[in-house]
C-alpha cells in the first residue's frame, strides 16, 4: 500500500504478503497506520492499495489472496477516514478483451 506523492513508504515487496497463512493482523494494522501517519502530516493522498498486482515481482500470490488484501485495506481505510480516495488497482499491463 502507497499514498500518492507520500513521504513515507509502503509495505515492500519481500517475502511476506498480507494474509499468508490466514494471518490479516499485522496488514490491517499497517494499513490504520498509514492512514494515521498521513493524517498526521496533513496529507490527503489518494490510496493505491497494491501496485501492479499482476506482476508477478509485485504480488506472488493467489488473485483470491490478492482480492481479500484489497477488501480488507478498503475497509480499514473507510472506517479510519470515510472521505479516503481509493484509487486503483494500477495494472502494470493492459489486458483487451480477447475475442470468442
Known amino acids: 500500500m502507497v499514498a500518492t506523492n507520500a513521504p513515507f513508504g509502503g509495505w515492500g515487496y519481500g517475502k511476506e504478503h498480507p494474509?499468508?497463512?490466514?494471518?490479516?493482523a499485522k496488514w490491517q494494522?499497517?494499513?490504520?497506520?498509514?492512514?494515521?501517519?498521513a493524517q498526521k502530516r496533513g496529507l490527503n493522498p489518494q490510496w493505491d492499495i497494491w501496485n501492479e498486482p499482476d506482476h508477478g515481482f509485485f504480488w506472488k500470490r493467489s488473485p483470491e489472496q490478492f482480492n481479500e488484501t484489497w477488501r480488507r485495506a478498503c475497509l480499514k481505510i473507510r472506517q479510519t477516514d470515510p472521505q479516503a480516495v481509493i484509487v486503483g488497482p494500477s495494472w502494470s499491463n493492459v489486458h483487451p478483451r480477447q475475442p470468442r
Open 19 to 24: 494474509g499468508d497463512e490466514g494471518k490479516w
Open 29 to 37: 494494522v499497517f494499513v490504520v497506520r498509514m492512514i494515521q501517519e
